[in-house]
Structure formats: structure tokens, C-alpha cells
């Protein structure tokens, strides 16, 4: 008889878990605490006739090999490249575009710095030399720095044949992107302060610091390592939006026997022996498992579904100060019209993702203020209208946007309840002095504060990665030294979820690798 697992989360990464597991043979049992299964992942119907992505929203590091191997367009994904990456609107009059093209970028650069357009140039080869190792890297399981065994040795010799590829000069560039600030790399290397927004956002999006944070650089990498549609370091629309890339997976589930429970939620995890073995739900009821596997934050489960008796002391002073703190306050909003930016909109600007903030200072402000306030006098707004590519959305004539928005206190806890509207209207007001008209335009609002985010999806902290990327929390340190390898301490207990490597993102690595490992354990 086949083994029976249970999948605790029935975000992306616990699908592509779930679809490995069940190809090998195994019995596989989704719980999934919502009526709707796909974690952050989802589509919703926020207002009558108005549907959007509702916490992650935009297509760019979802692994190939995934989307083949759980054939995915077979399943009704279709994914759409933007025409234009980004447009940044500045106070000025003038607006930055960048374009999936670098040469196309540069021409756009060269009209505020000839010097940064040829710096940049150099900046992309450096980058195209080092992201190919880190990719193949991502694809690895890390090995075990204490504890390990002679394939964790021989996982070391195969990294390091991977590292020779680097000459010195590409190494050095790769440890500077593990280790210093954004903001520092990009002080070094540009002059102008629309390329600097344009990657300093990078190294901000769901990551609570400033651009100038040490190993703030390390987080703008993470956003550059994926492609759509096999081209590289562009940036993509899934149509129906997120929630169409998790229905797909949920099928292709479905299609090997997954079983998956929706409004199951997870009570705690009992422990005898060193053994998961019944995984008891809030409804009284209970489901026995001979292998178990968390797919939500490790802070999580270790801190609230398992019982302290049942872990070391180690591992739980560990993940009682994990970081976890994204600093992010979501927003969806119905739209009567197309907002209209004071700057240059030259053609189809407004596909792009639309990024509000005019220099590295204004988000270093921007952190300041919210660790001191709670949140930023001037956020720092990414907008996106999908509705511009997608007429599945919303009614005709009308439109959607997503509001992405960073620096807001996480924790604030439950007091983002005094304060959510507040803020909320600031955000309006903020993309209103860009677009005027825009507040006027809006004819309904979806908000997600980190509070709302964390008792919604269970992004604890309102932490879209499972774990702040920094890198005492990064490749081997994934979420705790000794425990990178997908199992922990508890002999049969597994994790597949953001929280381990590579981390955050709908990239669907974490749940490919985590098979893989209980498929040779077991």
C-alpha cells in the first residue's frame, strides 16, 4: 500500500509538491484552510463584475519546468508579456520606460544620462554572466553545512563546479549582491535617478528596508532571475489572472488523484515519537498521515501547529525571532476610466507596471517613516492594469488595477484595523498627484494591510516570501541551519513552502525540490 501524505497548505508550491508526489506513487491529501485553494495565488470577484489577482499579481519567476512538467497551458494557462516592463512617471513631466528590449531601455536612458545608458549595458552583461549559476542553483537541494553525509559532500564539489564557470571579476560582482545595499550598488554604478528607481524597486518589493539595508542587493537579484514564455527577464500577465496559474496546477492535481480539502483547517500537528501522525482540523475532525508536509510559513508551524514540548529548545527560540515582515499593504480597485499621468504616456504605458516613487531618498523615507509611524507619509506605489491586456476582468469600458504598495509597519498587528481606510486613502491620494482625477475614478476598493494579509493567507508579518531574504535566512540558513534539506527534526515532517530555498515568489521551486527529496527518502 502506498504511503499517504498530507500537503498542510494549498498554495502553489504545495500543488507542485502535491502533482511530483502523487506521479511517484505516493497517496496525497491537500488541506487547505480557504474555500478556495491556491494560498496567495488566487483570482476573486471583489466587486460585482470586477475580478483580480488579489495578493500576488504578476507572472515573471514561474520555473518552465514546471509549467511543462504539470502542463499548464495544457490546462488553460495562457500568459501574456507585457509590451512594456515599467513606466515611471516623474513630477517633472517626464517618464522612464523600460522595455523587455535592453537596447530599447538604453535609447529610453539616453535621454537622461548617455553615461548610465552605456552603464548600463554592462550592468545586464554582468548580470546575464552570474544569473544562469544561480539558477541552476535554485534548482539544487543545499547542502547540509552541519550534520551532513557524503552527498551533502559531493553536492559541495558540484556547486563549486558550477562557481568555476565565474572568473574572479564575476565573483566578486555575485558576493557584492549577496552583501551590500541596493542602494550602495547602485550609487556605484548610475548617476541618474530613473534607472536607480527603476532596480531600487526591485530591492524593495515585499522586503521591510530601506535600499540602502545591507544585502538589500540580494533581493533585486531575486527579482531578475525569471523569464516568460522562454525569454528572459521579462515580466508577464496570467489570463484571469494568478488564480489561473494555481487552477491549473489544482488540475493537473486532480488529474494524478490529489485529494484536496478546501475550508480544512489545520488545528496542530500531533507528535509522538518524533513521528507527524494525525493531523487534527479546526472542525473536531482529524486525518492520519504517514508523511506530512508544510507548505505555510515555518514561523508558522513551528509557533503555532506544533506543541513546544514537541521540538527542541533550539528550534524554538529559532523561529521565535525568524524574520518575517514584508511591509506590504495590497489594494485592488475598480475603475470607471483609465487614469491619465501629468508626464509623458507615450503608447502603452499603461500596460506596464507603474512604479511611483522619484528616487532612492523618497524610499529611504518612505522605511524611515514606517518604522517610526507605522507607515510611509509617501508610499512607494507599483500599479498595475491588467484590464488593459485581459478584457476577462471587469465589465466593458471598465477597468482593474492592482496597488502594490511598500513600507507599512507589519508590526502593527491587529491595529491595522484602526487604520486601514486611512492609509488606504493616502495610497489614492498618492497615485492622484500623478494621475489627477485618478481618486474620482475609483469605484471600488479591495485593501489588505500586512494585518489583513497575515489572517487572510497566513502570511505571517503580511510577509509575501515566508521569511525575510537576507542572508542569514538564504541557501543552506533556508529556514534554519540543519533543516534547508526540506525535512526537519521530526523524522517525517517536510517543508515545501516559500520559507525554504530559494524562497519567495510564485516560482514553484520550493514544492519541486521538496519532492524530490521526500521521493528519495521515502
Same mark, same amino acid.
Given at each position: 500500500?502506498?504511503?499517504?501524505?498530507?500537503?498542510?497548505?494549498?498554495?502553489?508550491? &504545495?500543488?507542485?509538491?502535491?502533482?511530483?508526489?502523487?506521479?511517484?506513487?505516493?497517496?496525497?491529501?491537500?488541506?487547505?484552510?480557504?474555500?478556495?485553494?491556491?494560498?496567495?495565488?488566487?483570482?476573486?470577484?471583489?466587486?460585482?463584475?470586477?475580478?483580480?489577482?488579489?495578493?500576488?499579481?504578476?507572472?515573471?519567476?514561474?520555473?518552465?519546468?514546471?509549467?511543462?512538467?504539470?502542463?499548464?497551458?495544457?490546462?488553460?494557462?495562457?500568459?501574456?508579456?507585457?509590451? !512594456?516592463?515599467?513606466?515611471?512617471?516623474?513630477?517633472?513631466?517626464?517618464?522612464?520606460?523600460?522595455?523587455?528590449?535592453?537596447?530599447?531601455?538604453?535609447?529610453?536612458? =539616453?535621454?537622461?544620462?548617455?553615461?548610465?545608458?552605456?552603464?548600463?549595458?554592462?550592468?545586464?552583461?554582468?548580470?546575464?554572466?552570474?544569473?544562469?549559476?544561480?539558477?541552476?542553483?535554485?534548482?539544487?537541494?543545499?547542502?547540509?553545512?552541519?550534520?551532513?553525509?557524503?552527498?551533502?559532500?559531493?553536492?559541495?564539489?558540484?556547486?563549486?563546479?558550477?562557481?568555476?564557470?565565474?572568473?574572479?571579476?564575476?565573483?566578486?560582482?555575485?558576493?557584492?549582491?549577496?552583501?551590500?545595499?541596493?542602494?550602495?550598488?547602485?550609487?556605484?554604478?548610475?548617476?541618474?535617478?530613473?534607472?536607480?528607481?527603476?532596480?531600487?524597486?526591485?530591492?524593495?518589493?515585499?522586503?521591510?528596508?530601506?535600499?540602502?539595508?545591507?544585502?538589500?542587493?540580494?533581493?533585486?537579484?531575486?527579482?531578475?532571475?525569471?523569464?516568460?514564455?522562454?525569454?528572459?527577464?521579462?515580466?508577464?500577465?496570467?489570463?484571469?489572472?494568478?488564480?489561473? !496559474?494555481?487552477?491549473?496546477?489544482?488540475?493537473?492535481?486532480?488529474?494524478?488523484?490529489?485529494?484536496?480539502?478546501?475550508?480544512?483547517?489545520?488545528?496542530?500537528?500531533?507528535?509522538?515519537?518524533?513521528?507527524?501522525?494525525?493531523?487534527?482540523?479546526?472542525?473536531?475532525?482529524?486525518?492520519?498521515?504517514?508523511?506530512?508536509?508544510?507548505?505555510?510559513?515555518?514561523?508558522?508551524?513551528?509557533?503555532?501547529?506544533?506543541?513546544?514540548?514537541?521540538?527542541?529548545?533550539?528550534?524554538?527560540?529559532?523561529?521565535?525571532?525568524?524574520?518575517?515582515?514584508?511591509?506590504?499593504?495590497?489594494?485592488?480597485?475598480?475603475?470607471?476610466?483609465?487614469?491619465?499621468?501629468?508626464? =509623458?504616456?507615450?503608447?502603452?504605458?499603461?500596460?506596464?507596471?507603474?512604479?511611483?516613487?522619484?528616487?532612492?531618498?523618497?524610499?529611504?523615507?518612505?522605511?524611515? =517613516?514606517?518604522?517610526?509611524?507605522?507607515?510611509?507619509?509617501?508610499?512607494?506605489?507599483?500599479?498595475?492594469?491588467?484590464?488593459?491586456? =485581459?478584457?476577462?476582468?471587469?465589465?466593458?469600458?471598465?477597468?482593474?488595477?492592482?496597488?502594490?504598495?511598500?513600507?507599512?509597519?507589519?508590526?502593527?498587528?491587529?491595529?491595522?484595523?484602526?487604520?486601514?481606510?486611512?492609509?488606504?486613502?493616502?495610497?489614492?491620494?498618492?497615485?492622484?498627484?500623478?494621475?489627477? &482625477?485618478?481618486?474620482?475614478?475609483?469605484?471600488?476598493?479591495?485593501?489588505?494591510?500586512?494585518?489583513?494579509?497575515?489572517?487572510?493567507?497566513?502570511?505571517?508579518?503580511?510577509?509575501?516570501?515566508? &521569511?525575510?531574504?537576507?542572508?542569514?535566512?538564504?541557501?543552506?540558513?533556508?529556514?534554519?541551519?540543519?533543516?534547508?534539506?526540506?525535512?526537519?527534526?521530526?523524522?517525517?515532517?517536510?517543508?515545501?513552502?516559500?520559507?525554504?530555498?530559494?524562497?519567495?515568489?510564485?516560482?514553484?521551486?520550493? &514544492?519541486?525540490?521538496?519532492?524530490?527529496?521526500?521521493?528519495?527518502?521515502?
Amino acid at each position: 500500500m502506498s504511503k499517504h501524505i498530507v500537503i498542510v497548505g494549498g498554495g502553489h508550491n &504545495g500543488l507542485v509538491c502535491s502533482t511530483y508526489l502523487a506521479r511517484a506513487g505516493f497517496k496525497v491529501t491537500i488541506v487547505e484552510r480557504r474555500h478556495v485553494i491556491g494560498g496567495a495565488a488566487v483570482t476573486e470577484e471583489f466587486h460585482p463584475g470586477f475580478r483580480n489577482s488579489v495578493a500576488s499579481y504578476t507572472v515573471s519567476l514561474l520555473h518552465p519546468k514546471i509549467i511543462n512538467d504539470l502542463h499548464l497551458h495544457e490546462h488553460g494557462l495562457k500568459i501574456l508579456l507585457r509590451r !512594456i516592463n515599467n513606466y515611471l512617471p516623474f513630477e517633472d513631466g517626464r517618464s522612464f520606460l523600460s522595455y523587455p528590449e535592453l537596447k530599447r531601455t538604453c535609447e529610453e536612458l =539616453d535621454r537622461f544620462s548617455s553615461a548610465d545608458a552605456n552603464a548600463l549595458i554592462h550592468y545586464y552583461r554582468s548580470l546575464d554572466e552570474i544569473v544562469p549559476v544561480i539558477k541552476e542553483i535554485m534548482l539544487l537541494t543545499p547542502p547540509a553545512i552541519v550534520n551532513g553525509g557524503l552527498g551533502d559532500i559531493l553536492k559541495l564539489f558540484s556547486m563549486s563546479r558550477l562557481f568555476r564557470k565565474l572568473n574572479n571579476t564575476q565573483k566578486q560582482f555575485l558576493l557584492k549582491l549577496f552583501s551590500v545595499s541596493a542602494g550602495e550598488m547602485l550609487d556605484d554604478i548610475f548617476e541618474s535617478d530613473a534607472i536607480k528607481v527603476l532596480l531600487g524597486f526591485d530591492a524593495i518589493v515585499g522586503h521591510y528596508a530601506s535600499p540602502y539595508s545591507p544585502g538589500s542587493a540580494y533581493v533585486l537579484l531575486h527579482h531578475v532571475l525569471g523569464e516568460v514564455n522562454g525569454k528572459p527577464g521579462v515580466w508577464g500577465h496570467a489570463v484571469g489572472g494568478m488564480g489561473a !496559474i494555481t487552477q491549473a496546477m489544482a488540475k493537473e492535481a486532480i488529474n494524478l488523484g490529489v485529494s484536496i480539502k478546501t475550508q480544512a483547517e489545520v488545528k496542530n500537528i500531533e507528535i509522538s515519537k518524533q513521528q507527524a501522525k494525525i493531523i487534527h482540523l479546526a472542525d473536531g475532525s482529524s486525518i492520519t498521515a504517514d508523511i506530512v508536509v508544510s507548505n505555510v510559513n515555518p514561523k508558522l508551524l513551528f509557533q503555532q501547529l506544533i506543541e513546544p514540548e514537541n521540538l527542541s529548545d533550539e528550534i524554538f527560540s529559532h523561529f521565535k525571532s525568524y524574520k518575517c515582515q514584508s511591509g506590504t499593504f495590497r489594494m485592488n480597485v475598480a475603475l470607471d476610466s483609465l487614469p491619465k499621468f501629468t508626464a =509623458d504616456m507615450p503608447e502603452f504605458c499603461l500596460e506596464a507596471g507603474i512604479i511611483m516613487s522619484p528616487s532612492l531618498d523618497y524610499m529611504d523615507q518612505a522605511f524611515t =517613516d514606517a518604522r517610526r509611524n507605522g507607515w510611509a507619509k509617501k508610499p512607494i506605489v507599483e500599479m498595475l492594469i491588467p484590464s488593459t491586456i =485581459d478584457s476577462t476582468l471587469t465589465p466593458p469600458g471598465k477597468h482593474v488595477a492592482s496597488l502594490f504598495c511598500q513600507q507599512f509597519n507589519p508590526d502593527l498587528g491587529s491595529e491595522w484595523d484602526n487604520h486601514r481606510e486611512k492609509v488606504a486613502d493616502n495610497i489614492i491620494d498618492t497615485v492622484d498627484n500623478y494621475a489627477p &482625477g485618478f481618486t474620482d475614478s475609483v469605484l471600488a476598493r479591495q485593501i489588505h494591510s500586512p494585518w489583513d494579509l497575515e489572517q487572510k493567507f497566513g502570511l505571517t508579518g503580511g510577509d509575501i516570501f515566508h &521569511g525575510r531574504l537576507s542572508l542569514d535566512q538564504l541557501f543552506s540558513v533556508r529556514p534554519m541551519l540543519g533543516m534547508a534539506q526540506y525535512q526537519t527534526e521530526i523524522n517525517n515532517l517536510f517543508m515545501c513552502g516559500s520559507g525554504t530555498h530559494p524562497g519567495g515568489g510564485v516560482s514553484g521551486i520550493p &514544492g519541486h525540490n521538496a519532492a524530490r527529496e521526500i521521493i528519495r527518502k521515502n
